[in-house]
């Protein structure tokens, strides 16, 4: 059984990372750390998977969610890259490299041409999860070594970052160490939230703890603003604090979101949002770029103050033409049957079948054979079925974990 609270955040994480790309509003960033609480719905879903299974195939199940759609980008975009000049810019990567590999194992940023700078520079996602990926074992150990001390370790690593200065030999060596830093501590909470453990916790102790860490991420964003001011994207330190602070909050709710069913264009939207969340997040930078040559090929570039919303009217179409060319990647990464336009309608909730009628409070309690037994086999029909306990360390059903790569995992 799905979590919808939990596709919502997806959802609206991913719309919020469009918007963010599209109109570069800085107080998007404060208003809902996107990145962060991606970090961290990944981080539950691969707990998930390591209670149920051993730590390679879970590893290896990441990986080939990950990867194809990857792949599917790569054999579209080099070509286009290197047909368009790459190999003989001034400065950035070249193509005839080592380097290129990384666009099929991304353990660094792939590289591209500075042209095609939307292309490329948003995959260092894709490399920082497959790091975390990678990790996640052991530091799913050390969780249940350390558990709180463990979420903190990340921002402890921060500070010594900031205080110290030290810069790991290589650069894209030293931008995986920062992004580990930076969105550990949200990952690892994620374990947190699969185990129930920020469940437990007071709501009013998360409140105060999410408090505490988001004034400390603004105070430190008000004495260092980023390039483009008051922006937590820009500044590591305010983004780790003000997003474990959401991340904790957003994640020890729990609503009720049964009316969602009966929402139809928003639940269709929610679910392929889910559904094809690579693919949104790995194509939207590409239809924004694209936006205003096509504009001006039709010569409706001079849009005064409808610009913004002809923008996202054409973000929108050209993303949903990137889904309906290549979205069936994620189908077969998951092993599932592809689909052109996976916007089904989430079942209604089932309907509580009606108690029992109770037995008068005079009537005498069932006797000890009605346990069946080998002289009375029959005995138990009408006894009401024990459950059975649930297995140790097992995801509870109506908390399954998702990630930005797939939905619910079952294979």
């Not at 998007?28 to 962060?36: D, F, T």
């Not at 309690?365 to 009401?384: F, K, L, Q, Y």
């Amino acid at each position: 059984m799905r979590n919808r609270y939990l596709d919502l955040l997806r959802a609206a994480a991913i719309v919020r990372v469009v918007l963010y790309h599209l109109f570069g509003w800085p107080w998007l960033s404060i208003l809902l750390p996107a990145m962060g609480i991606m970090f961290a719905l990944a981080g539950s879903l691969t707990a998930a998977s390591l209670d149920r299974r051993s730590a390679g195939s879970v590893v290896t199940s990441r990986l080939r969610r990950l990867l194809p759609p990857l792949w599917l980008l790569a054999l579209v975009a080099v070509p286009v890259m290197i047909s368009t000049g790459w190999a003989a810019q001034e400065g950035g990567d070249r193509p005839w490299s080592w380097k290129l590999a990384l666009w099929i194992l991304p353990v660094g940023d792939p590289p591209g041409s500075l042209a095609a700078m939307d292309v490329w520079e948003p995959l260092w996602y894709v490399r920082a999860y497959l790091w975390f990926v990678l990790l996640s074992p052991v530091l799913y150990l050390a969780y249940k070594k350390l558990v709180w001390a463990a979420v903190a370790a990340p921002i402890v690593l921060i500070a010594v970052l900031d205080k110290t200065g030290f810069e790991l030999p290589l650069g894209r060596a030293d931008a995986a160490m920062w992004d580990f830093a930076t969105y550990g501590a949200c990952w690892i909470a994620g374990f947190a939230h699969h185990d129930g453990r920020l469940h437990r916790i007071r709501p009013s102790l998360v409140t105060a703890a999410a408090a505490v860490l988001g004034l400390a991420a603004l105070f430190w964003l008000h004495d260092h603003p980023g390039e483009n001011g008051y922006d937590v994207n820009d500044v590591p330190e305010a983004q780790a604090l003000w997003s474990l602070a959401f991340v904790l909050l957003v994640l020890r709710w729990r609503p009720d979101l049964t009316w969602l069913s009966h929402l139809r264009p928003l639940d269709r939207a929610i679910n392929l949002l889910n559904a094809r969340a690579v693919t949104v997040y790995l194509w939207h930078n590409i239809a924004i770029a694209a936006i205003w040559p096509i504009l001006t090929l039709v010569a409706l570039d001079d849009l005064e103050n409808f610009e913004g919303p002809v923008s996202l009217a054409a973000t929108i179409a050209l993303t949903g033409v990137a889904i309906l060319l290549f979205g069936w990647a994620e189908d077969l990464a998951a092993r599932r049957r592809p689909r052109l336009w996976p916007a089904a309608p989430s079942p209604a909730p089932a309907v509580p079948a009606a108690p029992a009628a109770t037995a008068p409070a005079f009537a005498a309690a069932p006797a000890a054979s009605a346990r069946p037994s080998a002289a009375n086999p029959g005995s138990a029909s009408t006894a009401e079925p024990v459950p059975p306990a649930p297995r140790r360390g097992a995801q509870p059903t109506d908390e399954p974990a998702v990630s930005w790569f797939g939905n619910s995992e079952r294979d």
